[in-house]
């Protein structure tokens, strides 16, 4: 492996590195307003939220690495204590990149871009109309990691008041994350959409799983099964009794020709298109057969 020491590369590679192997990052569509009234909007992809109860998100406003100027961002939440995020869809993917260019101080990247702006219930600053979901938000403090070029400053948000579009809310009122087609932020020009790549892991919580380490090991040490194979074998309650293996292994033709072979490799095989079909328990029978 290349092993770096951040102190021996330029600040402009480690920010590669760090944001090619960091991703997909969540996009915080900042919207701000200065003490004059001078309305700005610009994209952060060091984002998150951080708690529910207060609710809290942050962002990172990172001095710039070439020249460790500041952005109008952290310029004007420092000033006015204010800040809109609006989270980034597909349909305004385009848009939202090209807020990202450094027009001069006073340029509204809402008339840029053409997004429409909407008034805010309790602070100044505007919604992004299009974006389906807008959080009016407080901020709570500002943290500056640094004073060189790249040096974060850390910009905690409360929220005060969320408004959500209702075509991306599914029969409970809930957001759908298939309606609400999210995107974000990998390395360098690159993005992903998250629907087309969604894929469910049910939560390791109603349940002790027995563990990896649970597995025997001529299942858990196959030449087949993937890390993730084995992860989804280890969050079962509790192996299939012998008598539920005896009569898995009887239960049809094709089952009983593969364990005559005793080819491990293809049992291993079958019981990985069973895991890919959500049927663990039938996996688990058959390698235990």
Known sequence: MLSIDPKEVPTSKLHSYLLGAVGPRPIAF???????????????????????????????????VRDNTTKHTLENVIETKEVVINVVNYDIVQQTSLSSTEYPKGVNEFEKTGLTMLKSDIVKPFRVGESPVQFECRVNEVIALGEEGGAGNLIVCEVLKLHVSEAILDENQLIDQFKIDLVSRMGGNWYSRANLGMFEVPKPLSVIGIGIDGIPSEIRYSKVLTGNDLGILGNVAALPSKEEVTIFSESSNSIKALLKTDNKEEVHKKAQEMIANNDVLSAWKLLLA
């Open 30 to 64: 900042a919207s701000t307003i200065d003490g004059e009234g001078n309305v700005n909007l610009s994209p952060f992809s060091f984002f998150n939220v951080y708690s529910s109860n207060p609710p809290i998100m942050i962002f990172s406003a990172n001095r710039r």
